[in-house]
């Protein structure tokens, strides 16, 4: 669900207020300060808890990552005979195929999009929500009832609205003589997975997004009340600010969901015929691994997206752990 | 006060339409019959076949080799979330026990370590976990489904913050009690960390039952099939039949979202709580 190191803490007023602290030395200070001031000493106790857990990474995470670095190197035979060592070349004919740059670009413009609509539409309803008094559990209700369902499942939803032949939002769409086509036109599938991606993600910002303006002080409130009668100068000035840890963190969020978790939308969405549809990197990946039977190439692009998640992650450190405090 | 405007309420109504109407559409549309729906399209009227194909979709065999109900396939959902949910729980508050309240060298080792299977989602290195399971001879088997699963530190994390705000008196009078590490962790530790537990196994829970790519990969025995796997099957039976299944098809989906919407529509405040405040 989570790959990101912080969630949003409701934390003291004063952080939400930007107040920074000591924030670099509690950075390299992450160790230190998790210390309790009591703790037990033992030589083989903390071991033999932390082995479990220990053991489950190593097996299924750092052998396999580094599986797939090394096998990124190599040309492997298709039918099992061993394979070639062919340094960078795996990387350069990904790079260059003018599908990967496409996918690419795809998978660009699809981020962008379904972290923007999501993000606000989830926001605007929290606003909306954090607002009103009567029905505010139901609503709250229904925004939250559908955060839970499965991104194949919310495919195969989508897959039936947007159904040429049963679909109601092709045939509302066709008064309007726009004759979608989703399966066989690229941008008309683009959009439909697009619609249910953001869909499926609004809750989770809704979620998010309620929390933190539950958690603006009432003080803070009133006084911004009497200083500023504008409703929306009040939003952007006060409320949005002090919202921006719960943003910051929802951005990181939203675009690890639109590369990586949209798999099952896309997957469920393209009915196993990529080839005039849209895809994403992820599902690149998978596709030349497991269809194509290119390990190398689908390695090399594996470690081409880890690199995007690494300056994703120095990206969220860097910029916006500085200047966001929490704790 | 601020006093509640028209169009408050207004994008609120669209808001939840917009959210709820497709899954309310899979529902009742999932109660015509094939021939209904593909005459008549999408439904938001009850319609009279709601036990046929439910009883059809739960318990006649299906898919490829035919030895695979609805009904095994709610089972091994439940089987993987539970599993995944449960192991996470263990395998994680062990982990952050050890973290938090031990002295030993290579605690900032161990942290780091942990911490960095946060950076890599599965999707990423997919292919060479496969070769993994498969030296390992674990494809088609739940300990395959589950166990490489638990190699993330979420639930490390919530389990650190947590122990990281019980107040440091506890264990002080915990010592001088007499109590050792053992007694400490199951008599006070893990008693008082109830409502996380459940927020976590809630949150886990809805993971594990909605996991699908990793199913998808590691199950071609059809005995093994998750819902998640299931639909993914249903669509490529899909491919050249003349009218395609869709009651079916909705009927499946319906069952598989089910249960993770029940429990957060239930369990919404715990849900919430474990999501948003994992320092409290």
């Known amino acids: 669900m989570a790959y990101t190191t912080s969630q949003p803490q409701p934390g003291g007023f004063l952080s939400r207020l930007g107040y920074r602290g000591n924030a670099r030395s509690k950075k390299t200070a992450v160790a230190a300060e998790e210390m309790k001031r009591v703790q037990f000493t033992s030589p083989v106790l903390p071991y033999l808890f932390l082995f479990p857990q220990l053991a489950v990474i190593f097996i299924f995470f750092y052998w396999p990552s580094v599986q797939a670095v090394s096998s990124s190197f190599y040309l492997e035979d298709p039918f099992g005979f061993g394979s070639t060592f062919v340094g960078l070349s795996n990387y350069t004919d990904v790079i260059f195929s003018s599908e990967y740059q496409s996918i690419a670009l795809f998978t660009a413009v699809f981020t962008v999009l379904v972290t923007f609509l999501s993000l606000s539409l989830g926001l605007l309803l929290a606003v909306k929500a954090d607002r009103v008094i009567r029905g505010a559990s139901t609503y709250k209700t229904l925004l939250i009832a559908v955060y839970?369902?499965?991104?194949?499942?919310?495919?195969?939803?989508?897959?039936?609205i947007f159904d040429q032949h049963v679909g109601p939002f092709v045939k509302m769409m066709s008064y309007f003589g726009w004759h979608m086509q989703v399966g066989l036109n690229y941008y008309d599938t683009a959009f439909a997975m697009t619609v249910v991606a953001v869909w499926k993600q609004i809750p989770y910002n809704f979620i998010f997004f309620l929390s933190g303006l539950q958690n603006v002080p009432v003080s803070v409130r009133e006084a911004a009340m009497i200083d500023c009668r504008s409703g929306f100068r009040r939003f952007w000035t006060v409320i949005l600010p002090l919202l921006a840890p719960t943003a910051f963190f929802l951005l990181t969020i939203n675009v690890t969901y639109a590369l990586f978790d949209t798999f099952g939308i896309i997957d469920v969405m393209v009915k196993d015929k990529p080839a005039n549809n849209p895809v994403t990197l992820v599902y690149k990946v998978y596709a030349d691994g497991f269809r194509g039977n290119d390990i190398g190439g689908s390695s090399a692009q594996s470690v081409i997206l880890m690199i995007v998640v690494f300056v994703l992650t120095i990206f969220q450190f860097r910029f916006i752990e500085r200047r966001v405090h929490y704790n | 006060m601020y006093r509640t405007k028209f169009s408050?309420?207004?994008?609120l109504?669209?808001?939840?339409?917009?959210?709820?109407?497709?899954?309310?559409?899979?529902?009742?549309t999932s109660t015509h019959t094939a021939a209904d729906i593909h005459m008549n399209g999408l439904s938001l009227a009850w319609g009279d076949n709601f036990i046929a194909t439910y009883e059809k979709v739960l318990t006649q065999k299906?898919?490829?080799?035919?030895?695979?109900?609805?009904?095994?396939?709610?089972?091994?959902?439940l089987i993987l979330g539970i599993g995944f949910a449960a192991g996470k729980i263990v395998?994680?508050?062990?982990a952050a026990y050890a973290i938090v309240y031990f002295r030993f060298p290579m605690a900032t080792l161990s942290f780091w370590v942990i911490f960095t299977t946060l950076l890599l989602p599965l999707e990423v290195r997919i292919m060479p976990s496969y070769e993994v399971m498969s030296n390992l001879g674990l494809l088609n088997s739940y300990t395959g489904l589950i166990v490489p699963?638990?190699?993330?530190?979420?639930?490390?994390?919530?389990?650190?913050?947590?122990?990281?705000?019980?107040?440091?008196?506890?264990l002080e009078a915990a010592r001088i009690d007499g109590a050792g590490p053992f007694k400490f962790f199951i008599d006070i530790l893990v008693p008082i960390s109830r409502t996380m537990i459940a927020a976590i196994f809630i949150i886990m829970f809805v993971y594990g039952w909605n996991q699908y790519l990793w199913p998808m990969m590691m199950t071609t025995d059809e005995s093994f099939f998750t819902l998640m796997r299931g639909i993914k099957s249903i669509l490529q039976v899909w491919v050249g039949s003349n009218i395609p299944d869709y009651n079916e098809a909705f009927a499946?989906?319906?069952?598989?979202?089910?249960?993770?919407?029940?429990i957060v529509v239930i369990f919404q405040s715990w849900f919430i709580k474990g999501l948003t405040e994992s320092d409290k």
């Open chain 1, 148 to 160: 839970a369902i499965a991104t194949p499942v919310s495919g195969l939803i989508g897959m039936m």
């Open chain 2, 149 to 170: 699963l638990l190699a993330s530190a979420t639930g490390t994390f919530y389990f650190r913050q947590f122990f990281k705000s019980v107040p440091e008196e506890l």
């Open chain 2, 91 to 94: 395998l994680s508050m062990m």
């Open chain 2, 62 to 77: 299906g898919g490829f080799t035919g030895d695979i109900t609805g009904a095994r396939m709610v089972m091994n959902s």
């Open chain 2, 8 to 11: 408050d309420h207004l994008v």
């Open chain 2, 13 to 28: 109504i669209l808001g939840s339409l917009f959210l709820c109407m497709p899954v309310v559409v899979a529902f009742m």
């Open chain 2, 252 to 262: 499946l989906a319906v069952l598989a979202m089910l249960p993770p919407v029940a």
